[in-house]
């Protein structure tokens, strides 16, 4: 490697006084290089290099401890807060670079090796004076933790067009926080793709940092085309505590992406510990962390020797280190028994009372297994402060005196702008938080009526499959029945078909169903748990009806948007009691309606036996909103029975 004689440019630099400690200087820098390194490397026995490198960042000097004696700063913390642009030319490998996807691969590589060695959260630590423990440097503790919640995109650009003229994409999105990246799944064939997916990224410094969400066109035979990129700046989310927002995507011609974003900061409390994980639990997303471990690996002290050759020498000494599906592993230590790391590793947690640390040493050149060790998280919760400072742990497997010098710092994650919903976390118990009178199809609900309603006066209770359907003389029925379907029978025929009062079987004799809905705004979701059917019409004693229920939203009617509750066979009053659950913003609920159609399989016509159609934006959905609503005739022919 020839670094050249063209050194980098600076092309300016700030220096923060706000905001900053007194025993430290932090000093950003706009780097530019394009320079005449010249860079030869080996690959398969094929010889290659790299020239015309070039690579333009924002860099972070930080500049701490400061001392009394000198240099006067005790150590440096060097990174880029974002990925660096790099571009370069590979040379010398004519024959491979022709491979498809070769020379991407290669270019990929070589940027993801540059994040992993500085840019955040991965630091550059350079240690200046003996006087300073590495501790300082090399065992930061975060700020904070980012939830990134990528709901859905609208309009995006059609980039598979068809023979006919129509188009469509098969969208999926990569969001990038530093050098760490996640990515959705694809959805496909729509430009108004709903992801509802769900990521963490622990934050070291909120100023200079942004989230970048690229959305691409995934194609199995060839590369895969952008549809366009959003860019948050963290430090605007930090300030807010959450934020809703739609982002209109940079180089696209259409599209919009719907994030949300929630700062969570570090509490070394147990106390918060139970609400962290009840908010995690109200998500429903496995994923989802309640805390944050940090381990400083200082060394490790009389590691077993290896066999090389027929000879007993000392080890290579490296270790993998694990939390749940998290592995990360340390630099080599060379021809040593008693390795000195000093590295800092940090590990989002799902819940602390349950999971395990696990540490396994190798002989970097024999892959011998040196020793392991396991820590219960659960242990550090009974620490001060939930921390473990300099503490020598047993390695197994190795010997008596093998031990591994370690320290732990756990940090459970607290939302200071709000706290858990306690009506969400009723209502995916099943609880009835609100208890409303009975509906009929929501056409003839009118904003301008009074709607008397009724309240249980200790809350209603959990529905129960084996109670009966309540009695329909002791509801109201709000409005008027709405027109006669042209397409429909006779109202009176089917009243007379009944073998239940008019009454009790709603006001078009086709009976009632029983619904709770809900709006999570935590969660971005409409919510709706399909309780049961009651007094549906039997025209014929010897062919029970096999009801389900089949919902879809309107007015698109996609099949994106279908769900279908199992079949309960050879019963006019079945129980379901199912939930489920659609993405949808708060905003979206003015324009929405949910179709509710209970069909039977038992019949050579048309499998419908009643149709209800709720207008979202008439019913107060900030709590659980449980009623009867009347089943009416069919009002659109249904397509896919």
């Known amino acids: 490697m020839r670094l050249g004689t063209i050194p980098p440019r600076i092309g300016g630099v700030k220096v923060y006084d706000k905001n900053v400690s007194r025993d430290e200087i932090i000093m950003d820098m706009d780097i530019f290089y394009a320079g005449d390194c010249d860079i030869s490397f080996t690959l398969a026995g094929v010889s290659g290099g790299i ?20 240099p006067l700063v005790g150590g ?14 590979l040379v010398g490998m004519a024959d491979l670079l022709d491979m498809p996807g070769l020379s991407d691969m290669l270019r990929r590589i070589i940027v993801e090796q540059v994040a992993a060695m500085m840019v955040l959260p991965n630091k550059l630590p350079i240690i200046l004076s003996d006087a300073v423990p590495a501790q300082v ?146 998500l429903r997303v496995t994923s989802m962390s309640t805390s944050i471990l940090m381990v400083y690996v200082d060394s490790a002290k009389n590691l077993p020797k290896v066999l090389r050759k027929g000879v007993y020498t000392a080890p290579d000494p490296m270790f993998q280190i694990s939390l749940a599906k998290t592995v990360k592993t340390s630099v080599i230590q060379y021809r040593t028994d008693n390795p000195v790391y000093e590295q800092g590793f940090t590990f989002l947690v799902h819940d602390p009372e349950t999971d395990t640390l696990h540490v396994k040493f190798t002989d970097q050149k024999t892959s011998t297994e040196l020793g392991k060790l ?35 710092r756990l940090r459970i994650l607290k939302y200071l702008g709000g706290s858990t919903n306690d009506d969400d976390l009723s209502l995916f118990s099943h609880e009835v938080m609100t208890s409303s009178p009975t509906l009929s199809r929501t056409e003839s609900i009118k904003k301008e ?24 003389e002791d509801v109201m029925v709000i409005g008027e ?34 619904l709770t809905l809900r709006h999570s705004i935590q969660r971005q979701r409409l919510i709706v748990i399909v309780h049961k059917i009651a007094n549906l019409p039997l025209k014929d004693p010897s062919n ?19 769900r279908k509750t199992e079949t309960v066979r050879d019963n006019c009053n079945p129980t379901y009691d199912e939930t489920f659950d659609y993405v949808m913003s708060q905003g979206e609920l003015s324009s929405r309606q949910l179709e509710i159609t209970v069909l039977t399989q038992k019949t050579w016509k048309s499998p419908v036996m009643g149709q209800v159609i709720i207008n979202l934006a008439d019913l107060d959905l900030s709590k659980a909103v449980t009623a009867w609503f009347d089943l009416q005739p069919e009002a659109t022919k249904e397509k896919d029975a």
């Not at 995507?249 to 609400?275: C, F, I, N, Y």
């Open 449 to 472: 009526e009074p709607v008397p309603t009724t309240t249980s006066e200790e809350g209603s209770p959990e529905p129960k499959p084996s109670e009966p359907p309540e009695p329909v």
């Open 51 to 70: 020239k015309d490198f070039q690579i333009h960042g924002m860099v972070r000097v930080v500049m701490k401890p400061l001392i009394t004696t000198m």
């Open 137 to 282: 440097l090399k065992f930061p503790e975060p700020q904070g933790v980012l939830r990134v919640h990528v709901v859905e995109a609208k309009n995006l650009m059609k980039k598979d067009i068809s023979v006919l003229g129509k188009g469509k994409s098969d969208p999926y999105a990569i969001i990038t926080l530093g050098a760490e990246n996640f990515r959705t799944q694809t959805i496909d064939n729509t430009v108004d793709p709903k992801w509802d997916y769900w990521c963490e990224f622990p934050i070291h410094t909120v100023t200079g940092q942004n989230v970048d969400v690229r959305l691409f066109d995934y194609d199995d035979s060839k590369k895969d085309s952008k549809l366009g990129s959003a860019t948050v700046e963290v430090l605007g989310v930090t300030r807010k505590g959450q934020t809703d927002t739609w982002v209109s995507l940079e180089d696209a011609t259409t599209g919009m992406v719907h994030l949300r974003m929630t700062w969570l900061q570090l509490s070394s409390s147990l106390a918060d510990l139970k609400d962290a994980i009840a908010e995690t639990q109200m």
């Open 481 to 514: 029945p709405p027109p006669r379907v042209e397409s429909s029978p006779p109202l009176l025929h089917r009243r007379q078909m009944s073998t239940t009062s008019n009454l009790s079987s709603g006001e078009a004799s086709l009976g009632k169903i029983q």
């Open 544 to 562: 029970i009806p096999d009801p389900y229920v089949k919902l879809y939203l309107l007015p698109e009617r996609s099949k994106e948007s279908k």
């Open 374 to 408: 396991t820590y219960n998280l659960s242990t550090l919760l009974d620490k001060e402060n939930l921390e473990l400072q300099d503490q020598p742990l047993q390695i197994k497997n190795a010997g008596p005196d093998s031990k591994l010098i370690v320290s732990m």
């Open 76 to 89: 440096l913390q060097i990174y880029f807060l974002n990925n660096p642009t790099l571009d370069f030319n």
